[in-house]
């Protein structure tokens, strides 16, 4: 997302400064979000019969191996990887099985049926 001139479709793009801002704050947002979910794995209880309750002031060492790069390459991984699966259940069950398999979320079962999930039907 960053820089997109660096990536192997970079003959293909034309970034608008705009654009670019974009995806630079977007950027900025998951890395904040990631940090965000995971710190509260910082401070881990103290077991047993120490004062305190809680580490204080933990040294922490950040060293992302981050790769960046623009949004059309990661959703054509994702469809790839929806492919894998589908193909590898279909290898696994029948086909058929999977019209008549539904999905389940939070909020209960999904209506349309995993095979056609899958496909993006």
Do not use: W
Not at 64 to 78: C, D
Not at 87 to 114: C, D, T, W
């Amino acid at each position: 997302m960053v820089n997109p001139e660096k990536a192997a479709e970079a003959a293909h793009l034309q970034f608008y400064p705009r654009h670019r801002d974009h995806l630079v704050k977007l950027f900025k947002g998951t890395c904040a979000l990631a940090r965000e979910t995971h710190v509260k794995d910082l401070y881990t209880p103290v077991c047993g019969a120490a004062e305190g309750g809680f580490h204080e002031d933990p040294t922490i060492y950040v060293h992302p191996s981050l790769t960046v790069e623009p949004t059309a390459p990661s959703y054509e991984r994702r469809a790839l990887a929806y492919r894998f699966i589908y193909r590898s259940l279909s290898n696994l069950i029948a086909e058929e099985s999977l019209r008549k398999i539904h999905r389940v979320s939070e909020k209960g079962p999904v209506s349309e049926n995993l095979g056609d999930e899958l496909r993006g039907k």
